[in-house]
């Protein structure tokens, strides 16, 4: 009896190690036939930590990094999807140290609680670039360069649409109603958005009659615009924060008899919008449900390789880099935008290029 | 008699030896393949040990309470709820060492709630502590539902905790940037091994101890031994949540934050690291000792698929599962022999 | 004396008290806040552009969103009976359906596809095929190799999500056709899900009253050893009922996903477990196995809806609802537990006697 329990632990043990490292190589052998071509040794290494695949904007962010860093770049990119955990990342980040990568770049998911993590790469010697969103640590040294969005300005870009496009269609601020849909409160696209959206309606003087948080999903997005429609029936401009609570919010509303659209004189409710990377969202401003989508470029690859090609060469880049963003609409009539001194083009959407 | 009980005492120590003998397996395994990436070098072993310092603490509780036959699945949540409480209190003025003596002492009566409904009221522990599981990740939310960092302004002390590093003489290496890695510890690792070894003495030596496995083993007859049956029920739930907040506190000092996400699935992460490491789910069997390894054996599974680095990150998740899959089913083929012996 | 003994002997006291206790903070709520207190009963037809005239009203809304706890509640409520013991994978096993369908119907390692590369039927039947597989697993791990219910399911528990992300290459999966987003919307005036419930429970009640399973099911719950002697195949029917959860949670993964239009592993069905087991709880059915009531279950699913959607009226945030959804486990099972039952009889017994 105990020579077959013996036995049968120790064909268990066989079959997990073989498990663990058939799973373990897999990759491998693929590996070495594509490594031929270009010296391991020349490669640039870097460990990129992204937050994981929550949404259409993370994938398409996730893409442009893998199409950056590519052999052929001269890059070996070590990618680690984090699944929205953040000690997921902390383990990361150490591996990446004990694997001697070049450069560490990180998405981080949270914007707290990085300062121990980021010190060791730090006394590794290897340079953090932070993309997307923030990080708050005690000494800004920690990390070498921020790339990513200014939410604030991307609030204030449709704001300024909406105020140029009420000018032409002589709509006087008293006639706008509107209410915000806000994102994942205390998010820093959330507070930049919703900062931006305060300056700008209390400078234009616009009704703003509630705000219902969203957390950026199509399903509390829904419940946010139910909970509006119930309290003010007079909401005929509606701010969303993303475009799956845009999505939610524009349901809620044609269940409920109304029509989503820019002419809001004659009945119709104007919905804006944020990222505009979502086909169904493109969709939707091409056949006009949605008047307006501010820009949240995902493509920060780019931008993060050139940073890393002037560390490379010894100078010193910029510390905070914003990607450039425009504005998405299906309205002719405003070509663009101007804020702080910039022109944004308004890129129109229509059913050839959605 | 004492026969029958070596016997028994055999296949038991055999779980642990499969254990250990795993484990090494996969380590030496894992620096064969990945020698070149950094897998052999001593830090990648002590890195283990800082992200599951936590994780070893909530382990140990959650051996004693299978110990008992119970299993409390609301440790991970516990764990967001104490990060919270400390992120929060901190933000608040409140010290640092008072802070950690709070939440041991939620960790105190939230234990005392769930050992009374388990044990006194005799409704399952599985419901008792997903209820609790619930109620805790509610409960970080309802104290703060953003994320709630400890800077060093907020608190010094805590801070500085956190930054201690404990090098060890040995075993350093030389990056590829010129730099001296010497290896180092965070002060939650020794408290995981603090930890450790008086659960290892409390279970060996003391009356407690031993009246765990009593009642696991066979509530009825513990109790006819004249061991309070639910006393001891109920110690043992507040011993895993006051080791779990302990582990709260070890978690904190990795992550410096609290959030409502926070150690999400750690439960399951304990629960396995227990039966992997030998604990019977049917209770009176087990050793922390065990649970160490189990511990050892997910972070070297996690660490291989990140040395790896090309492989999906869900495979952790997998084979963690597998593995706990593969030992529920040894351990069922070992009760079954074990029945028909009898 | 009698009505009243009749009353509290009803087996669907529980729930039925329950969702009155919720519609009437609804009522006080509205009342407070100045609109129709009437208004979360009243149902309308409402025009919409997309999907022609709807029935419209928060009442709708519940039944709506309840339908996946509901399922749920059918494959948990057996499981229940026949093991003591709850399955915690439901929620997981949702979302793993979801990912294969999407993947079926969209093709591995397409992120969003309008057009369908498999035909519909064969996406569902790739998801209610998971359902059963997953199901089976469980039912095999708690019948052959009797494993405690909770420790078998908690496998699937943790590694069904991540089986589901790595069916969809780490994406999530979007199938954005109207053939394959109709079960999340309408049919007719009427939401698709509420029809799929309603085919649901009709097909277990009709199968439950023209056969013995129902009975089988019960008497192996109350004791599976007597009822092996008595001649049932008890293992059997132990896997039945395992098996059967899965195709139940597979269709609720199903109405989830399509809702969305999308297989998002990390969040279709998160939390689900903890409803379905509370809607079983609070349907009047005992956790420890033996005699169940589906139609306390269902109720008790709507209830739970009922009360998820009240905290959200009342400003409480979805991540906070677990707080009151826990205490209101607690409470439920600390009623039933016995010990707590021959107290109050002590304590009863002993307040009479003083009163006398």
């Known amino acids: 009896m105990k020579k077959r329990l013996i036995i049968t632990a120790v064909y268990m043990l066989m079959a997990i190690s073989l498990c663990c490292f058939t799973a373990g190589c897999s990759s491998r052998p693929q590996n070495t036939e594509a490594d031929s071509n270009v010296k391991e040794d020349d490669l640039i290494v870097v460990g990129f930590s992204q937050v994981g695949s929550e949404s259409y904007w993370r994938n398409m962010n996730t893409e442009s990094m893998k199409s950056v860093f590519t052999k052929e770049n001269g890059y070996r990119l070590i990618f680690e999807d984090a699944q929205q955990k953040q000690t997921n990342q902390i383990t990361a980040i150490r591996s990446f140290i004990q694997r001697d990568v070049d450069y560490i770049v990180l998405a981080p998911v949270v914007e707290t609680g990085w300062d121990t993590v980021l010190s060791e790469a730090r006394e590794a010697g290897i340079p953090v670039i932070i993309v997307d969103r923030q990080v708050n640590v005690s000494d800004d040294s920690l990390f070498r360069c921020w790339v990513g969005s200014d939410f604030e300005l991307e609030g204030k870009l449709v704001c300024m649409w909406m105020s140029k496009y009420f000018n032409l269609k002589g709509i006087s601020p008293e006639e706008i109603h509107i209410a915000d849909i806000q994102g994942t409160l205390g998010s820093s696209a959330q507070i930049g958005r919703t900062n931006g959206f305060n300056q700008m309606s209390t400078l234009y003087g616009w009704d703003v009659v509630d705000y219902e948080e969203g957390e950026f999903t199509k399903s509390k997005g829904k419940e946010a615009m139910s909970n509006i429609l119930r309290v003010h029936k007079n909401v005929n401009v509606v701010y969303c924060e993303n475009d799956s609570e845009a999505l939610g919010a524009i349901e809620v509303l044609e269940a409920s008899g109304k029509k989503c659209g820019s002419d809001i004189l004659n009945g119709e409710t104007m919905i804006v919008s944020f990222d505009g990377f979502n086909k169904e969202a493109r969709e939707c401003i091409a056949d006009g449900r949605i008047s307006c989508i501010g820009e949240c470029n995902p493509d920060h690859g780019p931008r993060v390789e050139s940073i890393i090609r002037k560390l490379e060469a010894g100078e010193e880049p910029e510390k905070y880099q914003y990607v450039t963003e425009g504005i998405f609409s299906n309205t002719p009539e405003i070509k663009s935008v101007m804020i702080s001194g910039q022109e944004r083009t308004v890129t129109v959407i229509n059913d050839q290029n959605k | 008699m004492k026969a029958n009980s070596k016997k028994s005492f055999n296949?038991?120590?055999?779980?642990?030896?499969?254990?250990?003998?795993?484990?090494?397996?996969?380590?030496?395994?894992?620096?064969?393949?990945?020698?070149?990436?950094?897998?052999?070098?001593?830090?990648?072993?002590?890195?283990?040990?800082?992200?599951?310092?936590?994780?070893?603490?909530?382990?140990?509780?959650?051996?004693?309470?299978?110990?008992?036959?119970?299993?409390?699945?609301?440790?991970?949540?516990?764990?967001?709820?104490?990060?919270?409480?400390?992120?929060?209190?901190?933000?608040?003025?409140?010290?640092?060492?008072?802070?950690?003596?709070?939440?041991?002492?939620?960790?105190?009566?939230?234990?005392?709630?769930?050992?009374?409904?388990?044990?006194?009221?005799?409704?399952?522990?599985?419901?008792?502590?997903?209820?609790?599981?619930?109620?805790?990740?509610?409960?970080?939310?309802?104290?703060?539902?953003?994320?709630?960092?400890?800077?060093?302004?907020?608190?010094?002390?805590?801070?500085?905790?956190?930054?201690?590093?404990?090098?060890?003489?040995?075993?350093?290496?030389?990056?590829?940037?010129?730099?001296?890695?010497?290896?180092?510890?965070?002060?939650?690792?020794?408290?995981?091994?603090?930890?450790?070894?008086?659960?290892?003495?409390?279970?060996?030596?003391?009356?407690f101890g031993r009246s765990l496995y009593a009642v696991g083993g066979s509530a009825q007859s513990a109790a006819m031994m004249g061991l309070n049956v639910k006393k001891i029920k109920m110690g043992a739930y507040m011993l895993s949540s006051i080791l779990c907040s302990v582990g709260g506190v070890c978690y904190c000092l990795n992550t410096m934050a609290g959030s409502v996400?926070?150690?999400?699935?750690?439960?399951?992460?304990?629960?396995?690291?227990?039966?992997?490491?030998?604990?019977?789910?049917?209770?009176?069997?087990?050793?922390?000792?065990?649970?160490?390894?189990?511990?050892?054996?997910?972070?070297?599974?996690?660490?291989?698929?990140?040395?790896?680095?090309?492989?999906?990150s869900s495979w952790p998740n997998i084979l963690t599962a597998a593995l706990l899959f593969i030992f529920i089913v040894i351990q069922s083929i070992f009760a079954a022999v074990r029945a028909r012996r009898k | 004396m009698s009505t009243w003994k009749k009353i509290k002997s009803w087996p669907l006291l529980l729930p039925v008290v329950a969702l009155i206790l919720v519609m009437a903070v609804n009522i006080i709520h509205d009342a407070a806040t100045g609109v129709n207190p009437l208004s979360f009963f009243s149902i309308s037809l409402r025009e919409t552009t997309t999907n022609g005239t709807i029935l419209y009203?928060?009442?709708?809304?519940?039944?709506?969103?309840?339908?996946?706890?509901?399922?749920?509640?059918?494959?948990?409520?057996?499981?229940?009976?026949?093991?003591?013991?709850?399955?915690?994978?439901?929620?997981?096993?949702?979302?793993?359906?979801?990912?294969?369908?999407?993947?079926?119907?969209?093709?591995?390692?397409?992120?969003?596809?309008?057009?369908?590369?498999?035909?519909?039927?064969?996406?569902?039947?790739?998801?209610?095929?998971?359902?059963?597989?997953?199901?089976?697993?469980?039912?095999?791990?708690?019948?052959?190799?009797?494993?405690?219910?909770?420790?078998?399911?908690?496998?699937?528990?943790?590694?069904?999500?991540?089986?589901?992300?790595?069916?969809?290459?780490?994406?999530?999966?979007?199938?954005?056709?109207?053939?394959?987003?109709?079960?999340?919307?309408?049919?007719?005036?009427?939401?698709?899900?509420?029809?799929?419930?309603?085919?649901?429970?009709?097909?277990?009640?009709?199968?439950?009253?023209?056969?013995?399973?129902?009975?089988?099911?019960?008497?192996?719950?109350?004791?599976?050893?007597?009822?092996?002697?008595?001649?049932?195949?008890?293992?059997?029917?132990?896997?039945?009922?395992?098996?059967?959860?899965?195709?139940?949670?597979?269709?609720?993964?199903?109405?989830?996903?399509?809702?969305?239009?999308?297989?998002?592993?990390?969040?279709?069905?998160?939390?689900?477990?903890?409803?379905?087991?509370?809607?079983?709880?609070?349907?009047?059915?005992?956790?420890?196995?033996?005699?169940?009531?589906?139609?306390?279950?269902?109720?008790?699913?709507?209830?739970?809806?009922?009360?998820?959607?009240?905290?959200y009226a009342l400003g409480v945030s979805s991540i906070q609802a677990p707080v009151y959804k826990a205490v209101i486990v607690i409470i439920i099972v600390v009623i039933e537990a016995p010990p707590f039952k021959a107290f109050l009889k002590r304590h009863s017994a002993a307040f009479a006697s003083k009163g006398v």
């Open chain 2, 11 to 207: 296949s038991n120590t055999l779980l642990l030896v499969i254990t250990i003998v795993l484990f090494c397996v996969l380590y030496v395994g894992g620096c064969i393949a990945y020698g070149s990436k950094g897998f052999t070098h001593f830090q990648t072993f002590l890195n283990i040990l800082i992200t599951n310092a936590g994780l070893i603490c909530v382990a140990c509780g959650m051996t004693c309470v299978m110990l008992t036959g119970g299993i409390d699945i609301s440790v991970g949540a516990l764990i967001a709820m104490d990060c919270m409480m400390l992120a929060v209190g901190m933000e608040k003025g409140i010290g640092a060492v008072t802070m950690v003596l709070i939440v041991l002492l939620v960790g105190v009566v939230f234990g005392v709630v769930q050992g009374f409904l388990v044990g006194y009221l005799e409704i399952q522990p599985f419901i008792v502590s997903m209820a609790g599981m619930f109620f805790c990740r509610g409960m970080t939310a309802v104290i703060c539902t953003d994320q709630v960092s400890i800077t060093e302004k907020i608190n010094a002390t805590f801070y500085k905790w956190a930054n201690t590093k404990v090098t060890i003489p040995f075993g350093g290496y030389v990056n590829n940037k010129g730099k001296y890695m010497a290896p180092y510890v965070r002060p939650g690792v020794i408290v995981a091994i603090l930890v450790l070894i008086i659960i290892f003495i409390m279970l060996r030596y003391t009356k």
């Open chain 2, 261 to 312: 996400t926070q150690a999400l699935g750690l439960e399951m992460d304990a629960i396995s690291s227990a039966v992997i490491g030998g604990t019977l789910l049917t209770g009176g069997v087990g050793n922390v000792i065990g649970s160490f390894f189990g511990v050892l054996i997910n972070g070297t599974i996690s660490s291989i698929v990140k040395t790896n680095g090309k492989l999906a």
């Open chain 3, 57 to 311: 009203g928060r009442l709708i809304d519940v039944i709506n969103r309840g339908s996946e706890i509901a399922i749920l509640a059918i494959g948990m409520t057996l499981v229940v009976s026949a093991s003591a013991g709850t399955d915690i994978s439901v929620g997981s096993v949702m979302s793993l359906c979801a990912s294969a369908m999407c993947v079926t119907l969209a093709g591995y390692g397409v992120s969003s596809t309008t057009t369908l590369a498999k035909p519909l039927v064969i996406g569902l039947l790739a998801a209610i095929l998971m359902g059963i597989v997953c199901g089976a697993f469980n039912g095999t791990l708690v019948a052959h190799l009797s494993i405690q219910p909770m420790v078998a399911t908690l496998i699937l528990y943790s590694a069904a999500r991540a089986i589901g992300l790595l069916l969809c290459n780490d994406l999530i999966v979007y199938v954005r056709n109207p053939s394959f987003a109709f079960i999340g919307s309408f049919l007719g005036p009427i939401p698709t899900p509420i029809v799929i419930t309603a085919i649901c429970i009709a097909i277990v009640s009709v199968v439950l009253k023209k056969t013995a399973l129902g009975m089988y099911i019960q008497s192996v719950g109350i004791n599976a050893r007597a009822s092996r002697i008595a001649g049932l195949n008890s293992k059997l029917l132990i896997f039945l009922a395992y098996t059967l959860c899965g195709v139940f949670a597979s269709i609720a993964g199903i109405v989830a996903s399509s809702r969305i239009t999308s297989a998002d592993s990390n969040n279709i069905g998160l939390y689900l477990e903890m409803d379905a087991i509370l809607s079983v709880a609070l349907g009047g059915n005992s956790l420890g196995g033996g005699k169940f009531n589906l139609a306390g279950s269902i109720i008790g699913a709507y209830t739970i809806q009922a009360i998820t959607t009240t905290l």
